[in-house]
């Protein structure tokens, strides 16, 4: 079974807490790309955000971690 978010739990707080774990890999020498992360958050969406992390992926460009912040604090507000 795949992790997801917790439903009663802020997406942009649990957000938060998968950058800073990247940053912290980085941090040990283990850098993951950006992209890699990117997805790895919006596929750990809960079932209510599933729509607008298909919309996330079908973005045309890539999106960056700090726009990706941005875009979940706008939706979930």
Known sequence: MRYKMIEDRSVAEQTY????????????EMKLPEKFLDMSIVDKFHKSWENF?????????RLF???LM????????
């Open 17 to 28: 807490e998968i950058i800073n774990l990247g940053h912290s890999l980085s941090d040990a």
């Open 53 to 61: 992390g298909m919309t996330l992926k079908n973005q045309k460009g």
């Open 65 to 67: 971690l700090d726009d």
């Open 70 to 77: 941005i875009t979940i604090s706008i939706e979930e507000e």
